[in-house]
């Protein structure tokens, strides 16, 4: 364990009716007692809260309530002490100043954390899913965190990868008795092993584009030609006058970004000029910025005016240059007519009247999410963790070749080594300091 008593600001900086200060460490009682008028908290039970005072000499900072968590059933597994103060950021500097003056250290960046995975309270995946719960903002992103914290994959990741050390080990072993030619570790039961590894993991591979939707939200972007009604649209979806409006051929300049949220899903649009041929400098820049986002999304939202004849809209379709499945074809403006030919794929509606706006929405989050949600519990939303399945599986196809082709037994534990390299750099088993540095780093101080 750390030597060090680290403190810092748990609760974000600024006025507060209430701040958090932690410290963990081996210290972290006798640190708060040189500056605690109160009970003698080593004495007290862990998870207790006690009353008192902070004082700096003779004058009292603040009244405080500090809760204590004795080692290891803490966060960290070390001593973990919580002062409850009140929330101005003098009292907070005080307090901090008084407790480094007194031995502790300010902690950094997602170092509580790190404590906590380094004395095996938590393995990697579920450390960095603490990161990703903080920055959770939508049902779905929450649910996905949650599920990681508690060990969601990693468990079944772990557990595969000491079934795989044993085969390992058994070819280790064959290898030391090579001139014998004996098999200790049987080939059909790898193979078996092989198959049911990657079944757990190609699933896990394949949520990533899920899991990165859910967690990082979905670009829409809002195309079409000027007067489309596109602007309308995303301040229709968004019950908010938004963006300017006007029958004026060309008034969006600028692309405009909103957030909308459905089902728990981010959908972050993004509202462009028209395209067509620029009238002048301005609307051109606005026009060439519009191609971009539509070269770079994932999704388009194409709306087309629905008395536009059916072949100019296939035509501006081809255009767009993207796939099929990237295309949601929207007519807008069908309050104006009674009936009239669209192709197929698309949807009518009426901006304006906020006409068949649920159905969009729904045809919106179908098209990105199309029956993915209800079969994956577990999902990969890290891009970290993604690479170490994909380089695991790569892995493991070279030895599943590899025995088919009846490869030595020293090819083969290399490609067994590494794909347990790689599983074991998703939970952490295996882990390098600037691994370490570049995950911690990111989470804010004081987690
Ligand atoms: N009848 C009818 N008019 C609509 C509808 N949606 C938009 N309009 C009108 O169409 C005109 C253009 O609407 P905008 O939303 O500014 O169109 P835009 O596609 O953003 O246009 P640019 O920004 O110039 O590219 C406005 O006069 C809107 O009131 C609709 O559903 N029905
Ligand atoms: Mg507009």
Known sequence: MAKSTIVALSTPSGIGA???????????????????????????????AHF?????????????VVTIYKSPNSFTKENVVEIGCHGSSYIVQQIIKLLLKNGAEMAQPGEFTQRAFLNGRMDLAQ?????????SETAASHATAINQMKGGFSKRIKQLREELIHFASMIELELDFSEEDVEFASREGFKSLLHKIQAVISPLIDSFDLGNVIKNGVPVVI???????????LNTLLNDERAIVSDIAGTTRDTIEEILVI?????????TAGIREAQDQIEAIGISKSKLKVAQANLVMYVFDIELPVEEVI?????????EEEVLLVANKSDKILSSKIPKAAIAISAKEGLQIEELKKALYDRV?????????????????????RNTQTALENAQKGIDASISGDFLAMDIRQALFFLGEITGEITTDDLLENIFSKFCIGK
């Open 369 to 389: 999410l199309g029956g993915k949600i209800a079969k994956s519990d577990s999902l990969i939303t890290n891009l970290r963790h993604y690479e170490a399945l």
């Open 52 to 64: 008192g005072y902070i004082i700096d000499g003779q004058s009292i900072i603040d009244e405080v």
């Open 223 to 233: 195309a079409g030609r000027p007067n489309a009604g596109k602007s309308t649209l």
């Open 127 to 135: 450390a960095e899913a603490v990161a990703d719960l903080i920055a």
């Open 263 to 271: 089902n728990g899903i981010q959908f972050r649009l993004i509202d």
């Open 315 to 323: 035509a501006d379709v081809k255009n767009l240059d993207k796939q």
């Open 18 to 48: 209430i701040a958090l200060i932690r410290l963990s460490g081996l210290d972290a009682f006798a640190i708060t007692q040189a500056i605690f008028k109160g009970k003698i908290l080593s004495q007290q039970n862990s998870h207790t």
